[in-house]
Every structure is written in structure tokens, then in C-alpha cells.
């Protein structure tokens, strides 16, 4: 099956760190683009951050960028965000979601499958 | 950075009567391939976002045909023939043409009369 299992979510006071991980099992992870993707309580979808298969390209949201750090490791099959100067803002579900095979796949495979989620709450 | 807007924002329905969502993007959403990368993602309540359709009209495995899309340029349409009570939930669009930002509507609440 298929899947995409978040963690590392927790309460953290302004100023914190924090770092989120994602496991993928099920499908090639070194063949796939990833994305992070936030949603705050009650509110909409919100796209973070990317990164490439070998890690060569990485784009953020304006949002994020500068405090906020996307890495991979292809041998664990693993997605990571590591985040800080945490503000009240970034208080949300993180997602992380795949983005598309390079070596079969194409742009309308993009964000076909998502984990579960995991929250970050950032409060004093 | 590509606005996409949705409407409405929420959306009473009857069990069994049919429902349609409007999708604008403030540039077309054609890609240098041709192709129009336009996702419909449903989030059920509790539930992470589940892509139903993909490049305006595909639906994704395991979709009902219900749902459909539709539309072209910057004009974009979702539609569910008859809706049923598993249908209920958030539902957005996401331009995947104009990158990055990855861009969403701002959702559609689908809620039962």
C-alpha cells in the first residue's frame, strides 16, 4: 500500500524548533519529487515547501522561507522539514504529499497522495 | 503568483440534487505542454485532502462518477451529479501550471440541507 506517515508534531513556544518527518513505504521515494503542505485551524490549504529527488532543486513559500529547512533521505525512504523561528502563524497540520515519478511519471500525477498529517502548535 | 478563486464558499445541498463548484485562476492555466494542470482535492472532515480529479477532467481511482470537472483557460467547474451523504467536507482546487507557489482555492463547503 501506498503511504505517507507524518511525525514530530508538537506544542513549541514562539522562537522554538521543531523538525517533522515524513516515511514513505509502498511506492520508489528516490523516484519522487515531495512537498510540504500546511493548514491552519479552520482555514485552507497552504503549500511550503519543495524539493527534488536528489535534493539539487528546493523552493518555499515566501512564508517560510529563511526559518524553515526541506531535506531528504532517499536510503531511509524519508522526508524532512526542519523548522525555526517558529511564529503563532505557522500554528497548523503539516502534510507532506507527493509529488510525481520523474523517470514514468508526469505534472498530472502531482500531489496524488498525501499522509495523514501531523500539528504544530506554536504558543506560549 | 497564481490567485485561484473559488465560490461558492459554502454550498447547502439536498441529498440527491446535484452541485457545482466554480474555479477561477487569475492566468490561464496552460501549460507549455499543452496540457492544463488543474486538481480537485475533497478533505472529509478529520481527513487529509484526497485528490479526486486531476488535469481538469481525469478522476482519480476508485473516484464515483458522480464527480466530474470541467473547463478550460482560467474557468473551472466541479460537479457532482447527485450528492450523497459521504460527500460532505471542504473541496478546493490547485493550479499545478504556474510553480512555484502551488496555489489553492480558498474551499468549498459542502454541507447537507
Known amino acids: 500500500e501506498v503511504q505517507l506517515v507524518e511525525s514530530g508534531g508538537a506544542l513549541v513556544q514562539p522562537g522554538g524548533s521543531l523538525r517533522l518527518s515524513c516515511v514513505a513505504s509502498?511506492?520508489?521515494?528516490?523516484?519522487?519529487?515531495m512537498n510540504w503542505v500546511r493548514q491552519a485551524p479552520g482555514k485552507g490549504l497552504e503549500w511550503v515547501s519543495y524539493?527534488?529527488?536528489?535534493?539539487?532543486?528546493?523552493y518555499y513559500a515566501d512564508s517560510v522561507k529563511g526559518r524553515f529547512i526541506i531535506s531528504r533521505d532517499n536510503a531511509k525512504k524519508s522526508l524532512h522539514l526542519q523548522m525555526n523561528s517558529l511564529r503563532a502563524e505557522d500554528t497548523a497540520v503539516y502534510y507532506c504529499?507527493?509529488?510525481?515519478?520523474?523517470?514514468?511519471?508526469?505534472?498530472?500525477?502531482?500531489?496524488?497522495?498525501w499522509g495523514q498529517g501531523t500539528m504544530v502548535a506554536v504558543s506560549s | 503568483d497564481v490567485v485561484m478563486t473559488q465560490s461558492p464558499r459554502s454550498l447547502p445541498v439536498n441529498l440527491g440534487q446535484p452541485a457545482s463548484i466554480s474555479c477561477t485562476s487569475s492566468?490561464?492555466?496552460?501549460?507549455?505542454?499543452?496540457?492544463?494542470?488543474l486538481n480537485w482535492f475533497q478533505q472529509r472532515p478529520g481527513q487529509p485532502p484526497r485528490r479526486l480529479i486531476y488535469?481538469?477532467?481525469n478522476r482519480d481511482s476508485g473516484v464515483p462518477d458522480r464527480f466530474s470537472g470541467s473547463g478550460s483557460g482560467t474557468d473551472f467547474t466541479l460537479k457532482i451529479s447527485r450528492v450523497e451523504a459521504e460527500d460532505v467536507g471542504v473541496y478546493y482546487c490547485?493550479?499545478?501550471?504556474?510553480?512555484?507557489?502551488?496555489?489553492f482555492g480558498q474551499g468549498t463547503k459542502v454541507e447537507i440541507k
Open positions: 509502498g511506492f520508489i521515494f528516490s523516484s519522487y519529487s
Open positions: 488535469k481538469v477532467s
Open positions: 492566468q490561464s492555466l496552460v501549460y507549455s505542454d499543452g496540457n492544463t494542470y
Open positions: 490547485m493550479q499545478g501550471t504556474h510553480w512555484p507557489p502551488w496555489t
Open positions: 504529499a507527493r509529488y510525481y515519478d520523474i523517470l514514468t511519471g508526469s505534472l498530472g500525477d502531482a500531489f496524488d497522495i
Open positions: 524539493i527534488s529527488t536528489s535534493s539539487g532543486t528546493i
